[in-house]
């Protein structure tokens, strides 16, 4: 998809360059919910849906977690796993 297609939409819903907190969440959802994504009766959000049926999201989320400098991320998921030692050598 051409980019500038997602921005002109962004321009006339008056939608600022905020990904910050509920706003970006909400917003995100607003974009979700224009390509067909919405709510549903059980509570599920557009959200869910949207990366139940992308899988390509969810690798994306989860590069993106791994390429973050945050050394307590990366110690709450070493702890959460089971040692194996060829996962902890010194690169």
Excluded: H
């Excluded at 980019?3 to 959802?29: S, T």
């Excluded at 974009?31 to 992308?54: M, P, Q, V």
């Excluded at 307590?72 to 996962?87: K, L, M, R, S």
Aim: aromatic residues 10%; contains cysteine.
């Amino acid at each position: 998809m051409n980019p500038q297609v997602i921005q002109r939409w962004k321009e006339a819903n008056d939608i600022g360059p905020c990904y910050e907190g509920m706003i970006g969440l909400v917003r995100f959802e607003d974009l979700l919910k224009t390509i067909g994504y919405t709510d549903d009766c059980s509570g599920e959000r557009a959200i869910i849906s949207f990366l139940e049926d992308n899988s390509g999201a969810l690798e994306t989320l989860e590069n993106w977690v791994a390429n973050q400098n945050n050394p307590d991320w990366e110690y709450e998921i070493v702890a959460d796993t089971p040692y194996q030692e060829d996962c902890y050598n010194e690169q």
